[in-house]
């Protein structure tokens, strides 16, 4: 089946530093999507991607869409505690259903 | 707009026991999901269903798991003598239709012991 990687797979930084992760899959896909996910919620739609190359921002998210349609980044800007949590990436194989990544765990410190 | 929800939160039950959990999507959503999580895991795809019609089931739902979604409305996951590997997260999504966002409730989280 189809396979996402996340990298990393987990990271601690200072508050206020920017981060960057990124999610690869072995095949092409035409819609990339990022969730956040706190413990024990369900997974909040971040940003939404459908367009090689393209460029999406939602306030300190930043997200694009590779332009190879097999890799897509996240990056967070100035990082507060609050964006502690999981991060997944997810692609759409066929017509509904999505396939996640295995996340990246991000903790801030303050 | 309320948001998908999901009854029961949490649920723990005995081996053997049968589950019922409930989904109430998004007013007007007419596309609904469920997935499964364990611990460590993104969200598994489970099943999809188009207004009342269930399009497409996974090979994670075994004979022992089934779903309904009558009127179109809400959509109930029914696990029949459960297992302790049943035991995860149980997330519901729903997306309007043509649109390839979807958006996801809380979730139930199901403990087998």
């Known amino acids: 089946g189809q396979q996402l990687n996340q990298s990393p797979q987990s990271m601690f930084i200072q508050e206020g530093e920017d981060v960057s992760m990124n999610c690869t899959s072995s095949s092409i896909f035409n819609t990339w999507l990022w969730y956040k996910q706190d413990p024990g919620e369900g997974p909040v739609l971040l940003i939404a991607?459908?367009?090689?190359?393209e460029l999406t921002s939602n306030g300190r998210l930043t997200a694009q869409f590779g332009i190879t349609r097999k890799d897509s980044f996240l990056n967070i800007s100035a990082s507060i505690p609050s964006d502690v949590g999981i991060y997944f990436c997810?692609?759409?194989?066929?017509?509904?259903?999505?396939?996640f990544g295995t996340g990246t765990r991000l903790k801030v410190l303050a | 707009d309320t948001g998908v929800s999901q009854d029961p939160r949490h649920k723990i039950t005995k081996r053997g026991q049968n589950v019922t959990f409930r989904c109430d999507p998004i007013s007007e959503h007419n596309r609904l999901y469920w997935y499964r999580q364990t611990l460590g895991q993104g969200p598994e795809f489970l099943t999809y269903?188009?207004?009342?019609?269930?399009?497409?089931k996974s090979r994670l739902l075994s004979d022992r798991f089934s779903a309904e979604r009558p009127k179109g409305s809400f959509s109930t996951l029914e696990i029949q003598r459960t297992e302790q590997g049943d035991s995860a997260m149980y997330l519901c999504?729903?997306?309007?239709?043509?649109?390839?966002?979807?958006?996801f409730g809380p979730g139930t989280r199901l403990t087998v012991t």
């Open positions: 269903f188009q207004n009342e019609a269930q399009l497409e």
């Open positions: 991607l459908y367009k090689a190359g």
């Open positions: 999504a729903s997306s309007p239709r043509l649109a390839r966002e979807q958006y």
């Open positions: 997810a692609i759409r194989p066929g017509t509904y259903k999505y396939i």
